[in-house]
């Protein structure tokens, strides 16, 4: 034992030795040639962004990043407050059952592809310290792809969503601006169907994915920007609670029935990890 002591400490004095002996080094930058440089690519992970619309000023975070989700979310009431002219069921987004993916039709419609969320202030007078004040944010996505199982009895909000055959359910028909919408209230021609009646929705077609989802919190109606470039603005967003979707929006099943959305089998034989 005292001999590798030995030895260890006679290893440590060399390496020392070596450090104090060896050149210094030296890096010097150089310039890369364009040939270089197209090779070379990067993003921040996450950006930053300021702007400002009709008196009000909006800062954006957004997270450059592509995700997958699979998750089933029940029982979601949202904006729970009285409404007088349409109270509804007393809550602005009112779902018995939100499915992102549906397990019945193989492993490609399990998850749905989320693309650049993002987190978005609203302000009033940033430049007076006296009278500024938070109106509310959004949480969006820039890209929304795949299938959704829903079961819905009321939701505020600016929303198109086709049958997939030319008939579109389109919350501007309604006379009181889709706050605490059932999808009823605006006729047979111009509400084909209703929101009950939707089982499952699909997001983006082969053009590409659904682009201008998100839900916001406000204390007063707030006019956004488009959330990507070459979009139109959205539809003025109401107090409240609020979801706008109205990009490549399709509901795939008019009976009501939401399809499964289960986890994965594992194969015979196989452990969770931690022998669960």
């Not at 949480?139 to 299938?147: I, K, P, R």
């Not at 501007?172 to 929705?201: M, N, V, Y």
């Amino acid at each position: 034992m005292k001999m590798i002591k030995l030895l260890m400490n006679r290893l440590q004095v060399l390496g020392l030795c070596a450090l104090l002996i060896a050149p210094a080094a030296h890096a010097q930058m150089s310039a890369l040639h364009d040939t270089e440089l197209a090779g070379v690519w990067g993003q921040a992970m996450v950006s930053i962004s300021n702007s400002s619309l009709n008196g009000l000023d909006f800062s954006r975070f957004t997270l450059n990043a592509d995700l997958s989700l699979s998750a089933n979310f029940s029982k979601l009431r949202l904006g729970e407050y009285t409404h007088a002219p349409r109270n509804g069921s007393g809550a602005d987004i009112d779902l018995n059952l939100l499915q992102f993916g549906r397990s019945d039709l193989g492993s490609a419609q399990r998850t749905v592809a989320l693309s650049n969320p993002f987190f978005e202030l609203v302000y009033r007078n940033v430049g007076d310290a006296n009278s500024r004040e938070i109106i509310g944010m959004r949480l969006g996505f820039e890209g929304v792809s795949g299938a959704f199982g829903l079961s819905a009895k009321a939701i505020s909000g600016s929303l198109a969503i086709s049958d997939g055959a030319g008939l579109t359910l389109d919350s501007r028909s309604d006379p009181l601006g889709g706050k605490r919408w059932d999808g009823s209230t605006c006729g047979a021609s111009a509400c084909p169907f209703t929101l009950a009646q939707i089982g499952t929705l699909q997001a983006g077609d082969s053009s590409g994915a659904s682009r201008d989802l998100f839900l916001s919190v406000l204390k007063q109606a707030v006019q956004f920007p488009a959330a990507v470039a070459g979009m139109p603005a959205p539809d003025l967003a109401q107090a409240g609670l609020w979801m706008n979707w109205r990009d490549k929006l399709t509901a795939t099943n008019l009976g009501g029935l939401v399809p499964p959305n289960l986890p994965p089998t594992m194969p015979t034989g196989l452990v969770k990890p931690g022998g669960g």
